[in-house]
């Protein structure tokens, strides 16, 4: 970290308004999130308005911004352990830089390929593209000084010291150096820049210097700019021994400032005349040809590679930097002044997650649980057993998801086990699920996996995991070229009293251990045969060929999902049409594919109430007479990432509950093979819909979306606090 005087740090906004220069107030008001999403000021529509009108639609990119906003928001809310907070930050930083390496790259190349045409928000990429630089500035400068103000300072007073250059005591300073000769020096390689030595190709995100050095190097060279790559196999922040700590703190110094305090060693003979930090953001989408490639693993393998150095998208450099050096930077990445970003501290926060998890400190964290186990599964007896005697649903992560774990386990080793056909789209490589199909696929049955391989960020992973279950005997299928496998599904055939019997898992969330601890999603698990059929037939197509099969029960993209919702929302607007009571309430992660914004629409004005539990981007604009006045949208963050993907419908009192793989977006409607399937049991579709009002009665995480693109935080005031995830952990987790 770079040395900072507290006098040159601005103050921290307060978070009434993310984007005022007011200190932190005591105690915290209210949040109001007041920035834009791309709406400007326009008469509201007359009842009978167009509901494709630009003006009804906030722009996508934009809502996905305030997303991040929102989960920035955290590390100031109190109610958080304080390094849930740090998380928080570090979570804001994570995401902002997919956000650049996606979203901002598929802008940016479409302004470079001269698209000019506009979405259905009417909005341009260019002038997307100049919000997103406004408001990511903004909001960049108020993480560092969240960061700097709020959260060090707390962390300090808890014992938990980032030690800055400095601050280093004698002893501390020691240590560093010897650090440094023996860990950093052999690993380190600095590239001078002249005519035998242009400017070296930096990988997608790394940490790097710009040195000025003077003076004449060995042979005789005059003094110029050099690049330091710092070391990719080194830590970025490295814990101080206890012996050279204060006593009672647990005490880190940066790699960047020991790289920074010892760069003149390096250069042996120049003097160095200064030295700052920086990183390039790259363009990491993948794109794939499906006319032009014959061997997708192949394919992704070469596009793995082109990732790490594609187009420059961003630039962050240590707010000490020079102009003249800066520009220098955006010369050579093709960028422009607005691609340029200013900041106080490490630029690459997101590296400190790693310390987080070699804290032993408990006390900071939120209280470990103990996730709970339906009555089920706490007999004695087998799997197959509980689940044929009903269906059974898990609340992931207040239920375990072991259950699915062990089910699979129990199939790979139950000799009345036939196949096993299972899809995963985001997986540990050391998962347990992995482990009992390479086991099954040994075993001697027929285990066939649907890999996507083009799970965004996890290519890698998925190509590892294709080769060792293929080495174990399973049959491996990519799914469909064109379309993405995200379907959450796993099928068991079992022979029981000289019959087979088909044994389903569905779920809304990925196959992984780890997540299913930190996610909110659904798993049903059943023995129904209408819906084991369906899933029967699902498979089916998506291993061989011939035209869309017969599905009785499910609704499954790209062929009956969309139209599916489309008409469950329009039924509903026609029980409010004929006097009848109607409400919906629809959970999921992002909102916006145009055609289902403009049924919820047609829904309100019918007089339908509609719900909206929408954790990200929604491009829906609520409260608008005449289009949305029955329309209320909100989003909830805390403790766990809310995942679900669940849909309620009234239905004139037929009440219907579908939990789903699928979000509202035209990606999953239309480019992916998605499940969306009834809860048919009706004690668990009345349990789901008791979770749904659960968060709609939430008061101290959600925040409700404006007519205006804003988002206000909810606060109990002289109510009760009501928290949905801590009141669920306290329904379904293991009463210790």
């Given amino acids: 970290m770079e040395d900072r005087s507290p006098e040159s740090v601005p103050p921290v906004a307060g978070p009434a308004d993310v984007s005022s220069e007011e200190a932190l107030p005591e105690p915290p008001a209210p949040r109001l999130n007041q920035t834009r999403t791309g709406i400007k000021p326009k008469a509201l529509p007359e009842a009978e308005a167009d509901l494709a009108d630009p003006s ?120 560093v150096r010897d650090y440094f000769d023996e860990e950093i020096m052999p690993v380190i390689s600095p590239i001078g820049l002249d005519p035998s030595h242009p400017f070296p190709r930096l990988v997608n995100k790394s940490l790097n210097f710009i040195v000025k050095l003077e003076g004449k190097d060995a042979f005789g060279r005059e003094g110029g700019l050099a690049i330091l790559p710092a070391p990719r196999s080194l830590p970025r922040v490295i814990a101080l021994p206890a012996e050279l700590c204060e006593e009672g703190f647990n005490e880190a110094v ?26 390039l953001t790259r363009n990491a989408d993948m794109t794939v040809d499906p006319e032009e490639v014959s061997d997708l693993a192949s394919a992704l393998r070469g596009e793995l590679l082109a990732r790490r150095y594609g187009s420059g998208v961003r630039l962050e450099v ?61 007999k004695e007896g087998s799997l197959f057993d509980a689940i044929a005697a009903g269906d059974i649903l898990l609340h992931h992560p207040f239920q375990a998801f072991s259950p699915v774990e062990e089910l699979l386990a129990e199939a790979a080793r139950d000799p009345s086990v036939l196949a096993i056909k299972q899809t995963l789209y985001r997986t540990g490589a050391d998962s347990p699920i992995v482990t009992s199909l390479v086991e099954a696929a040994r075993g001697g049955k027929e285990v ?12 890698a992973d998925n190509l590892a995991l294709a080769s060792r279950l293929q080495e174990a005997g399973a049959i491996v299928i ?14 068991i055939v079992r022979r029981e009293k000289g019959r087979l019997r088909y044994y389903v898992h569905l779920g809304t969330g990925n196959y992984h251990s780890k997540t299913a601890k930190l996610y909110t999603d659904y798993s049903l698990l059943t023995a129904d045969e209408a819906l084991c059929e369906d899933v029967h037939q699902v498979f089916q197509q998506l291993s061989g060929m011939g035209r869309a099969r017969h599905i009785e029960t499910l609704l499954h993209a790209p062929f009956t999902l969309h139209e ?11 029980h409010a049409r004929k006097g009848r009571r109607a409400h919906l309430i629809i959970k999921c992660n992002s909102l916006t594919e145009p055609k289902l914004i403009q049924a919820l629409y047609r829904a309100s004005r019918a007089g339908v109430e509609c719900d909206l539990i929408i954790r990200g981007m929604c491009c829906l604009r609520p409260g608008i007479p005449g289009v949305s006045e029955n329309i209320r949208v909100r989003s909830i963050i805390g403790r766990f990432l809310e995942h679900t993907r669940v849909f309620y419908f009234q239905n004139h009192g037929k009440a219907e509950v579908w939990a789903s793989s699928a979000d509202f977006m035209s ?22 819909r008791k979770d749904l009002e659960t968060y709609l009665v939430d008061n101290c995480q959600s925040w409700r979306l404006q007519p205006d693109g804003s988002y206000v935080k909810q606060t109990p005031g002289d109510a009760a606090p009501i928290s949905a995830q801590e009141t669920l952990l306290y329904a379904y987790a293991a009463k210790a």
């Avoid at 650049?100 to 506009?118: C, M, N, P, W, Y």
């Avoid at 996507?452 to 290519?459: G, N, V």
Wanted: hydrophobic fraction near 40%.
């Fill in 448 to 459: 066939t996996v649907v890999i996507e391989l083009r799970a965004r960020f996890d290519e």
């Fill in 254 to 279: 940066f790699l960047s400032s020991m790289i920074h305090a010892h760069a003149e060693e390096l250069f042996p003979g120049m003097r160095v005349r200064g030295c700052y930090q920086f990183r």
């Fill in 56 to 175: 009804l639609y906030f722009n996508r990119e934009l809502s996905h911004l305030q997303f991040n906003m929102r989960v920035l928001e955290q590390a100031l809310d109190e109610s958080h352990p304080l390094l849930n907070r740090l998380m928080f930050l570090l979570i804001f930083s994570s995401n902002l830089d997919e956000f650049f390496e996606i979203r901002v790259a598929g802008l940016k190349h479409r302004v470079a390929l001269g698209d000019d045409s506009t979405g259905i928000d009417g909005r341009s990429p260019q002038s997307v593209l100049g919000e997103i630089s406004q408001i990511a500035h903004e909001q960049i400068e108020r993480q560092y000084r969240i960061l700097n103000e709020a959260l060090l300072p707390a962390l300090e007073e808890r014992g938990l010291r980032f030690r800055r250059r400095s601050d280093w005591t004698e002893a501390q300073r020691a240590w």
């Fill in 318 to 378: 240590v707010d000490t930097c020079p102009d003249e050096l800066a520009d220098f930077l955006l010369r050579e990445f093709a960028l422009s002044e607005q691609d340029l970003y200013r900041v106080n501290g490490p630029v690459n926060l997101t590296r400190m997650m790693a310390l987080l998890g070699d804290l032993d400190r408990p006390e900071l964290f939120y209280r470990p649980f103990s996730p709970g186990l339906p009555k089920n599964f706490r």
């Fill in 564 to 574: 599916g919702m489309v008409a469950m929302i329009d039924r509903e607007a026609e």
């Fill in 478 to 491: 990519y799914g469909v070229m064109a379309y993405k496998t995200h379907a959450k599904m796993m099928h």
């Fill in 667 to 688: 990606r999953n409607m239309f480019h992916r093979v998605e499940t969306c399937f009834p809860l048919r049991d009706r004690k668990l579709a009345a349990r789901v």
